[in-house]
Every structure is written in structure tokens, then in C-alpha cells.
């Protein structure tokens, strides 16, 4: 089966103040990725705002875009919701803004989910507090995280640095799920029906006395 990948790319523009840049998002068993983020950092005047994500045009909907204030951090926060992987790549078109980027890239191998992770923090000031969680439906076999009881991980990004994130889950393909449940279904009529011809078989069978004659051969009257 071929694997199933998204990437999203969370792009914020190289500032002089601190930084925060938090994701946080939950894998559900369908594969759908729900959650949010925060790209933030601590104004360098009157004027800065912070970073300004606008929502693409293909994802109105799903994701909603508010403004960010809070502890002395200015900039956007982003919600979605029952993102597709495939639409989970198009967050990265959230800023085309140049600068620190956060790539977080799922692939499905049948049962077995991947997610590989960079972010090139080189250039963010010390300070800066960068880090993603993600929550999935099943136990994390393997990271390099920092696991929060089974199904949750939590990267906090060192600044000055590249990164890597890595994490792998097994669960079932849900694109294959259904059909398992047909086939079920399927054979569970299957076997009902067989049951069924053989309690008619057995009920509708010859009752009459039986004899024995002399010669040993048996005879119904």
C-alpha cells in the first residue's frame, strides 16, 4: 500500500525578540488531526504585532485564526479540526513568511504511522520557547520525545540548534478498517445461514421406528 504523507511547515519571520511557537495537535484513528498553534514572540515596539497568519483559501472552515496576547507575547493562534494528512500540509500555507520553520512530516506505512520532525532553530534567540506536542490514538512505540503517559509526546525545541522529532505508532489502516468490518459481517451472515440449514436438516429428518431383521439389515416401517 502506498504511504500516505503531509508535512506542515510553520514558517515565522526572524525577530529580534523572543519567540514562542507552539504546536499542539491530536492524530485521531481516522487519521484526522485536530489542534492548534501558537506563533508568538515579544514585541520590539508599539508597532509589532507579531507574526500575521491568514487562513488558505482551501481550508476556510476547518481552521480559524484569532489574535494572540499573552504573557507579554503578541501574535496569531490557530485552531483546526478534522484535518485530512493530505490538509494538514496545506497549514504551511498559513505565513509565507520566511525565517525559523517547524516541519512536521506524517506517512503512513499500512498499519504503522510515522512522524519525522525538523525545526532549524539556529538563529532564534536563546530564550525562545518552541516546542509541539501531539497526541495519538494508539501507544508510541518508539521516540525521541519526551512521552506524556502512552499515546502522548512532547518535543521542547532547543534554540541555537536543528532539531529532529521522531515518533512511531501502530494502528489500523482505516482505509482497510471498513472492509475488515464487511468481511465480518459478512462472514458472521455466512456462518448464521449454515447453522440455519443444518438445525432444518437435523429437525426435518426421518423419525420413523426403525426394525431389524434377521439378516441384520435395517428396515422402517
Known amino acids: 500500500m502506498a504511504a500516505l504523507t503531509a508535512l506542515l511547515l510553520l514558517a515565522v519571520p526572524l525577530l529580534s525578540g523572543c519567540l514562542r511557537v507552539q504546536v ?17 514572540n515579544v514585541p520590539t515596539g508599539a508597532e509589532d504585532e507579531g507574526p500575521e497568519l491568514t487562513v488558505p483559501d482551501s481550508l476556510v472552515g476547518k481552521v480559524r485564526v484569532q489574535e494572540y496576547k499573552q504573557d507579554g507575547y503578541v501574535g496569531s493562534q490557530v485552531f483546526f479540526s478534522d484535518l485530512t494528512f493530505g490538509e494538514v500540509q496545506q497549514l504551511g500555507a498559513l505565513s509565507g513568511q520566511a525565517g525559523s520553520s517547524v516541519q512536521l ?5 499500512g498499519d ?6 525538523k525545526a532549524d532553530l539556529k538563529a532564534v534567540p536563546d530564550s525562545s520557547d518552541v516546542q509541539v506536542t501531539v497526541a495519538f490514538p494508539a501507544r508510541v512505540a518508539t521516540t525521541n520525545g519526551t512521552r506524556d503517559g502512552d499515546s502522548i509526546v512532547t518535543w521542547k525545541l532547543v534554540p541555537g540548534e536543528v532539531n529532529t522529532m521522531r515518533a512511531e505508532v501502530r494502528y489500523q ?8 468490518g464487511w ?39
Request: proline share 3%.
Open 24 to 40: 499542539s495537535m491530536g492524530v485521531s484513528s481516522d487519521d484526522r488531526v485536530s489542534g492548534q498553534l501558537v506563533a508568538a
Open 183 to 221: 468481511a465480518g459481517i459478512v462472514g458472521g451472515i455466512t456462518l448464521g445461514v449454515a447453522l440455519v440449514v443444518a438445525v432444518m436438516a437435523y429437525a426435518q429428518r426421518d423419525r420413523s421406528p426403525r426394525f431389524v431383521r434377521s439378516d441384520g439389515a435395517n428396515q422402517r416401517e
Open 173 to 180: 489502516d482505516p482505509s482497510t478498517r471498513g472492509f475488515a
Open 105 to 109: 512530516n506524517f506517512q503512513r506505512a
Open 112 to 117: 504503522v504511522v510515522t512522524l519525522d520532525g
